[in-house]
Structure formats: C-alpha cells, structure tokens
C-alpha cells in the first residue's frame, strides 16, 4: 500500500501547473495563501461530504472514483451557482479505504481535477487518510460573490415569480445524479441581467418542494402556489417505471420532479416586472405568496396543499 506521502506528491504533480489566479500558495505548505480581491468582493465557502453507500456506490462497482469525483465537485460548484458567485479554489479531503488505495486516490483525483478545470478552480489543499472503512470524500470549495453581492435564499417577496431553470426528477435511477451540470453561467447570467430584482435563488439538491421551503422559511414565512401543469418533468422519471407499467400517471410524476432530488438546477425568484428580462429556456412554475406553506394549483384552478419536502439527508432511511 503507498504511503500517504506518496500520495499527496502525485497529487501535488497533477495539480502544479493550473492557473494560480487568487491562490497565492496552494498544496505543499500547512496552509494555503489566498489573495484579496481588489474590488471589495466577499468569498463564498461551501463544504460537501459525500459517503460510499449513501451518495455514491463505489463498493459495489456501480460507479468509478472518476464518476464520484466529477460528482464531488459538481456539487459543490452548485453551491456557488446558486449565489451567482465564480468558484476559485477547493480543498479535499478524503479517507480512502485500504484495498486499491493508490488506484482509487489517483482516478478520483482525475474526476475532481477534470470537474474543476472546467471552471478554472485550483485545487488548493486538503487532508488524506487510510482507513478500514468505505471511501468518504469531503470538498470545500471557496468562490467570489458577485458584484453588487451574492443572492440569498431570504429575499423572496409576495408576487414574485418562481422559476427552475430545467427539468426535474428521476436522477437516481437514471444515474443522472452522478453527473451534476452547476449553472455557473446561467446564474452570473442572471445576476447580470436582474440585478436586484433577482431575489432569490437555491440550487435543488433535495427536491424542489423542500428546496423551495428554504427559500420560504428564510424569507420571513412566505409561501408558494406551483402550478401543476407548468413543472417541467424529466424523461429521465420513466426510469421509475417498472416493467408491468406501461407509462406513470401525472400525480405520480409530479411528485418525483418536486421530491427526487439531485437535479442541481436552479430554483429562483423574480420580481414579476423583470420576467421579460429573463433569457430563454426557463420554466415559470409559479408565485411566491403571503400565505405560507407550498400549494399545487391543477388546472381546475384549485389550490391543494403540498406538505411533501425532498430528500433528507438525516430523516431518509
């Protein structure tokens, strides 16, 4: 087995060579320098652990350490996306299991070094262990704000539109969940066209009703009507289907595209005067309310309450 040394120095040579950008000193000392930016801007941190058999399944060989690299960074780039921030530099830290520790160090390296320099991240840092355990990886990831500062979950008001930038459900059993796409650019996109009428904004990691329910607690108890028919529902949901079924109701898929999870689009709130602003290939889904709580409106008109969340990390056997 190779030491942990041996380790971190193929790592350090994979690495050396990216654009240094804001990081000053990144892998080889006990900390990283990181440089101020000049034009006052705030960093962003975010921080994901993702665990073998929960998040991933590397132990039964139904993903690589490259997908759950790729995956490991993904997510925490979606992070970032959904305050229209630019990631900058991440620090990993993984306990890797004792059989093929070296193989599975270096193609998850691969998958995270090939993520990150899709947005030109430096790997910075980080910790490496062995253990007798399954893989556990866990990425922090620092961005910039944007300028005129980064959108928050806590700004949605009455009367605001609520949209999701893509389809949603069915990434599970699709494997979709696996390949995370952050909307990096659609969300500085949107920052850049709105400006403060951008009021809200959470990438959906958990489903869209439990998502969406952060956005409502943050913002002083609003609420949300969804309107049924205007929830934009992924192909991949037929991967639900079993092979007695012919094809899945509409109530059945709905629920799969507010409640599956691991979309990683983004959900956001729009002052109603500014809609026209918004580029195309967006999905209006519905309207923040001063009642609280999540409602389903059908086509009846009828407003039913949704008391579904998503996906909970502590909850979920």
Request: charged share 15%; net charge negative.
């Given at each position: 087995m190779p030491g942990e040394f041996e380790i971190i120095e193929w790592i350090r040579s994979k690495v050396a060579?990216?654009?240094?950008?804001?990081?000053?000193?990144?892998?080889?000392?006990?900390c990283s320098v990181i440089n101020q930016p000049n034009d006052k801007r705030k960093w962003l941190i975010t921080t994901d652990m993702l665990l073998d058999g929960r998040h991933f399944q590397l132990q039964s060989g139904l993903h690589s350490p490259e997908q759950v690299g790729?995956?490991?960074?993904?997510?925490?780039?979606?992070?970032?996306?959904?305050?229209?921030?630019?990631?900058?530099?991440?620090?990993?830290?993984v306990a890797l299991p004792k059989s093929n520790t070296k193989e599975i160090a270096q193609l998850l390296t691969?998958?995270?070094?090939?993520?990150?320099?899709?947005?030109?991240?430096?790997?910075?840092?980080?910790?490496?262990?062995?253990?007798?355990?399954?893989?556990?990886?866990?990425?922090?990831?620092?961005?910039?704000?944007?300028?005129?500062g980064a959108v928050l979950r806590s700004g949605a008001i009455p009367?605001?539109?609520?949209?999701?930038?893509?389809?949603?459900?069915g990434s599970y059993p699709s494997g979709r969940h696996m390949k995370p796409t952050p909307r990096i650019k659609l969300a500085q996109d949107l920052k850049s066209r709105l400006g403060d009428k951008l009021h809200a904004m959470i990438d959906i990691s958990d489903g869209?009703?439990?998502?969406?329910?952060?956005?409502?607690?943050?913002?002083?108890?609003?609420?949300?009507?969804?309107?049924?028919?205007?929830i934009p529902i992924h192909p991949d949901i037929q991967f639900h289907v079993?092979?007695?079924?012919?094809?899945?109701?509409?109530?059945?898929?709905?629920?799969?595209?507010?409640?599956d999870g691991e979309d990683f689009e983004l959900c956001f709130c729009v002052a109603p005067d500014?809609?026209?602003?918004?580029?195309?290939?967006?999905?209006?889904?519905?309207?923040?309310?001063?009642?609280?709580?999540?409602?389903?409106?059908?086509?009846?008109?009828?407003?039913?309450?949704?008391?579904?969340?998503g996906f909970d990390h502590i909850g979920h056997d």
């Open positions: 060579s990216c654009n240094a950008g804001f990081v000053q000193l990144g892998i080889g000392d006990d790729r995956k490991a960074m993904g997510v925490n780039i979606s992070d970032i996306a959904a305050m229209a921030g630019t990631p900058v530099a991440a620090f990993v830290s691969e998958g995270i070094k090939a993520e990150a320099e899709k947005f030109d991240i430096v790997l910075a840092g980080g910790d490496t262990n062995v253990w007798d355990g399954p893989l556990v990886i866990n990425i922090t990831l620092i961005g910039l704000e944007p300028l005129g009367g605001d539109c609520i949209f999701v930038s893509g389809p949603l459900g869209l009703a439990g998502d969406l329910r952060h956005i409502l607690k943050e913002s002083n108890g609003v609420g949300a009507n969804l309107i049924t028919n205007q079993s092979e007695n079924t012919a094809h899945m109701d509409q109530e059945v898929a709905i629920e799969h595209a507010l409640c500014s809609v026209t602003n918004l580029p195309n290939g967006l999905f209006h889904v519905g309207h923040i309310t001063t009642e609280p709580g999540i409602r389903l409106v059908g086509s009846d008109g009828v407003a039913k309450p949704w008391t579904r969340g």
